[in-house]
C-alpha cells in the first residue's frame, strides 16, 4: 500500500510582543503556554517587536534593547524550542519596515484614528494631539508583520483584534489591487482564558499597573505578592461565608492548581463559611511556587550564557528575514517597483 502524499505543508502562526518588561503569569496564560503548545503543529514566529515597542519609548530606547534578551529568556525558560519555533527580533528585518511604508497607502488616516486600540492607547498614554505618527500608523507595520510571513493564525489577546481586521483590510486592498492573491487574509486565535486579574484585584495583570508576578519572580517575591493577593472584601471572620466572584486567589488556582478537584471542594468550604483566607493562601503560594521554581531555574541557567542567546536570536532573525525579503519582493514586484 502507498503512503498518501504528504499533505499541505502546517499553517503559519505569527505572534509576538512588545519587548517593554519581564513577562508575567497574565501572559502566561494568555499567550506563552499556548504558544508552547502551538509550536509542535504550526509554523510558528514569534517576534520580538522591538521596533514597533520604540513607537511609544523612544525617550526610553535602553529598556527596549535590554527587555529583548529577557523576553527571550522568559521564552525559552517557559519551554519554546528554537528547533520548533523561528524567535525573530522585528527591527532587524529591514523588509518589514519596508512593507508598513507601501501598507501605509491602502489605510487611511481616518481609519488609523478609529482604530479602537489605537484610540484607546492614545488616551491611556496622555498623548492628546501629540500623538507619534509612528505610533498612529502602528496597524500598518502589525499588518506588515503578519504578512511577512503569510500568517494564517495570530494568537493576540481580545484587545489585538482591531489590529487583525486591518490588516485584513490591508491585504485584500493589495490583492485586488496586484490582481493577484500575494498577500493571505488572517483570523485572530483568541484564547479561552485570555486575561488574568492584577494581585490587586484589577482587571488586568499589567507591568503599567504594578500588579504582576513575573515568571522570573524570586521565591520572597512571590511570597511577598501572594500576601497582597486580593480576595473578599466582605469576608472579615472566618466563620463568615466567603465569595468567589472576582477573588484573585481563587482565580488564579483556577488558573494554575493542578488538583481541581481538592480546590472544588476548598471554594464550597470557603462559600458555605469556616475557611479562612490564610488557607487559600497558602495553597495558593505553594502552587504558585511549585509552578514558577523550574521556570526561574531555566531562566536563570540560560541567563549565564548570553552568547547562546543572542546566537539563537541570530539565527531565528536570518530564518525569518528570508521569508520577509521573498514577501517584500513580491510586493514590490506587483507594485511595479522591480527594474533590474
Ligand atoms: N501589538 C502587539 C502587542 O502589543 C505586539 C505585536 C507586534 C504583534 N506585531 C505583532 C502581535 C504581530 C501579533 C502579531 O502585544
Known amino acids: 500500500m502507498s503512503l498518501p502524499a504528504k499533505s499541505t505543508s502546517p499553517a503559519v502562526i505569527l505572534t509576538g510582543d512588545r519587548p517593554?518588561?519581564?513577562l508575567h503569569l497574565g501572559h502566561y496564560v494568555g499567550s506563552l503556554r499556548n504558544r508552547v503548545t502551538y509550536?509542535?503543529?504550526?509554523?510558528?514566529?514569534?517576534?520580538?517587536a522591538d521596533s514597533q515597542a520604540l513607537t511609544d519609548n523612544m525617550d526610553d530606547t535602553g529598556k527596549v534593547h535590554r527587555n529583548v534578551v529577557e523576553v527571550a529568556l522568559d521564552y525559552l525558560a517557559v519551554g519554546i524550542d528554537p528547533a520548533k519555533s523561528t524567535i525573530l527580533i522585528q527591527s532587524q528585518i529591514p523588509e518589514l519596515a519596508e512593507l508598513t511604508f507601501y501598507y501605509l497607502n491602502l489605510v487611511t488616516v481616518a481609519r488609523l484614528e478609529r482604530n479602537p486600540t489605537v484610540k484607546a492607547e492614545i488616551v491611556l498614554r496622555g498623548f492628546e494631539r501629540d500623538i507619534p505618527a509612528g505610533f498612529l500608523t502602528y496597524p500598518a507595520s502589525q499588518a506588515a508583520d503578519i504578512t511577512a510571513f503569510k500568517a494564517a493564525l495570530v494568537p493576540v489577546g481580545e484587545d489585538q483584534i482591531p489590529m487583525i481586521e486591518q490588516t485584513n483590510e490591508i491585504v485584500r486592498r493589495f490583492n485586488r489591487l496586484a490582481n493577484q492573491d500575494i498577500l493571505v487574509e488572517c483570523k485572530a486565535l483568541v484564547p479561552e482564558i485570555g486575561r488574568l486579574p492584577g494581585i490587586d484585584g484589577?482587571?488586568?495583570?499589567?507591568?503599567?499597573?504594578?500588579?504582576?508576578?513575573?515568571?522570573?519572580?524570586?521565591?520572597?517575591e512571590i511570597t511577598a505578592a501572594v500576601k497582597k493577593v486580593y480576595t473578599d472584601?466582605?469576608?472579615?471572620?472566618?466563620e463568615d461565608p466567603g465569595h468567589l466572584e472576582g477573588n484573585v486567589a481563587f482565580i488564579y488556582l483556577d488558573a494554575f492548581d493542578p488538583d481541581q478537584a481538592a480546590l472544588a471542594e476548598m471554594k464550597a468550604h470557603y462559600v458555605r463559611g469556616g475557611l479562612g483566607d490564610s488557607i487559600v493562601k497558602k495553597r495558593l503560594e505553594l502552587v504558585l511556587q511549585e509552578m514558577l521554581a523550574p521556570i526561574r531555574a531555566r531562566r536563570e541557567e540560560l541567563?549565564?550564557?548570553r552568547g547562546y542567546i543572542m546566537q539563537i536570536l541570530k539565527d531565528g532573525t536570518a530564518a525569518a528575514r528570508e521569508v520577509a525579503a521573498r514577501t517584500a519582493d513580491e510586493v514590490k514586484a506587483a507594485l511595479g517597483l522591480s527594474y533590474f
Open 20 to 22: 517593554t518588561g519581564p
Open 39 to 48: 509550536q509542535h503543529d504550526y509554523k510558528q514566529y514569534i517576534m520580538l
Open 202 to 220: 484589577k482587571a488586568k495583570m499589567s507591568k503599567s499597573l504594578g500588579n504582576t508576578i513575573n515568571l522570573g519572580a524570586s521565591a520572597a
Open 233 to 238: 472584601p466582605l469576608h472579615l471572620r472566618v
Open 303 to 305: 541567563a549565564k550564557d
